[in-house]
């Protein structure tokens, strides 16, 4: 009886952890990276005076994974909703979801400075 027990244990435990996992990795879309930011994410521009690591993480990107950087120096949480650039990522997600998963990285570095008000600490 106890080695019927063991048998069926194991059984079970080998069809629920098999029938779990993919059986076609080519199955899997590959990977879509949407970053939005301010400088610390943002594109290098024509003279090299800002730009953050977007560009470089992009380029390491393989096995047909994409990748759009839409951050920009200067850019704060309501510039870049106001000023559409949050909308053009948002339409950038919709245009690649049927062939690629989406990721989306939003880093907007917070100022410890607020014009008009001193600093608090």
Do not use: E
Request: charged residues 15%.
């Amino acid at each position: 009886m106890k080695l019927f027990t063991l048998v069926s244990l194991l059984t079970s435990i080998h069809f629920y952890s098999t029938a779990a996992l993919p059986t076609d990795r080519k199955a899997t879309k590959p990977a879509a990276f949407f970053l939005a930011g301010d400088s610390t994410t943002a594109v290098i521009n024509a003279a090299k005076t800002g730009g953050g690591w977007g560009d470089g993480f992009l380029a390491t990107l393989k096995n047909g994974a994409i990748g759009f950087n839409y951050g920009h120096n200067g850019a704060t949480t309501v510039s870049f909703r106001n000023g559409g650039d949050w909308a053009n990522v948002l339409a950038g997600v919709a245009a690649n979801k049927a062939k690629y998963k989406p990721f989306v990285t939003i880093q907007v570095r917070v100022q410890s400075r607020v014009i008009g008000r001193t600093n608090r600490r």
